[in-house]
């Protein structure tokens, strides 16, 4: 169901049904992950090394993140920023599920390759996910520093942060670590469509009932994508995070060392230099159950939400259908 579908039953979903269904998908897929995101966040931006065997930095472990944020800051912390990164979900959601929809639509009646291999699904998918960047990194900027400030916080409320940023930094501010940003989601966003349409296709080789989306196997196709796709790209995430807090220096001494970076070339290198090669990997841990849940949640609701729409629109037909019969 995911991706247009030439040999579907019934009507094709238009771009606006399928940015109805990416957007809700987002919306529940955040509010279910949103305390792996500000653990993955806060190991990203930890200059100190991330390790239970010898603890140097303020966060060293899962479970004792989980409980010093708890602690210091309450069980809210695990949900700071939410408000933005809600927004992004929904419009990344929208923006990326009806330009995949409308690109492999365009493949496939454009070129003579099916839209529903995986190949296809690897472009169009990269594209879509870099079209919903350049349109939400604003919103991935601030939902950053609201997940990675402390106590007391910089930024009361959203339009604080906005008016304030704006403010003291200039509106480029909002587009800190873009360019890492589209370097790792066309791979990152293509491995996820790439890997699902492989997984589903060797789970279910044989032809099923049409939108029967939403279902166990959704999620797991999904969440094996989120995890392969996630680690084969982690470090440009890394280095996006650490570009996003430029300017925010102060907001983060009580956690620890600091770093100002000059740009992408100058934050590798420095990272190198001070944390070695395990330094590009900082988060992997909730990153990994972050991207399985969320690439699997993603993909579920999207096909659930598709699903009932499909079934939505099948019943108006079907009154329609058997209100003119009884007119005749």
């Known amino acids: 169901m995911v991706g247009y579908d030439p040999g579907a039953q019934g009507a094709a979903f238009s771009a606006e ?3 109805l269904a990416g957007s809700a998908a987002g919306m529940v897929t955040r509010a279910l992950v949103s305390p792996f995101d500000v653990l993955k966040i806060r190991f990203q931006l930890q200059i100190e090394r991330v390790s239970s065997q010898r603890p140097e930095g303020k966060y060293w472990g899962l479970f004792q993140a989980s409980r010093c944020i708890h602690s210091e800051e309450g069980l809210s912390a695990f949900w700071k920023g939410h408000i933005p990164a809600q927004l992004l979900s929904i419009c990344f959601g929208a923006v990326q599920f009806a330009s995949f929809e409308v690109l492999t639509e365009v493949v496939h009646k454009s070129t003579p390759y099916d839209s529903q291999t995986a190949g296809v699904h690897f472009v169009c998918g990269g594209l879509a996910a870099c079209s ?3 349109v939400c990194q604003p919103l991935d900027t601030l939902r950053t520093r ?13 339009r604080h942060a906005v008016s304030t940023m704006c403010r003291s930094e200039g509106v480029l501010t909002f587009y800190r670590g873009l360019s890492p940003t589209l370097m790792a989601v066309f791979p990152y966003a293509g491995l996820q469509f790439f890997f699902y349409n492989v997984f589903k296709k060797l789970l279910a080789p044989k032809p099923k009932k049409e939108n029967s989306g939403g279902n166990l196997q959704s999620l797991i196709c999904g969440s094996g994508a989120g995890m392969i796709s996630k680690t084969m790209t982690y470090p440009f995430d890394l280095f996006k995070k650490r570009l996003q807090v430029g300017g925010f220096e102060a907001a983060r001494v009580h956690f620890g060392q600091v770093r100002s970076y000059k740009g992408l070339v100058d934050c590798v290198v420095q990272i190198a230099k001070d944390e070695g090669a395990r330094g590009f990997f900082k988060g992997l841990s909730p990153s990994l159950v972050k991207a399985a849940l969320s690439t699997g949640f993603t993909f579920f609701w999207y096909e659930f939400f598709l699903n009932v729409m499909h079934n939505v629109r099948e019943k108006k037909r079907t009154k329609g259908f058997t209100k003119d019969l009884k007119e005749r």
Request: hydrophobic fraction near 45%; charge should be neutral.
């Open 132 to 134: 919903a960047t350049v």
């Open 17 to 19: 049904e399928a940015a």
């Open 146 to 158: 609201f997940a990675a400030q402390g106590e007391p916080k910089v930024y009361r409320n959203l």
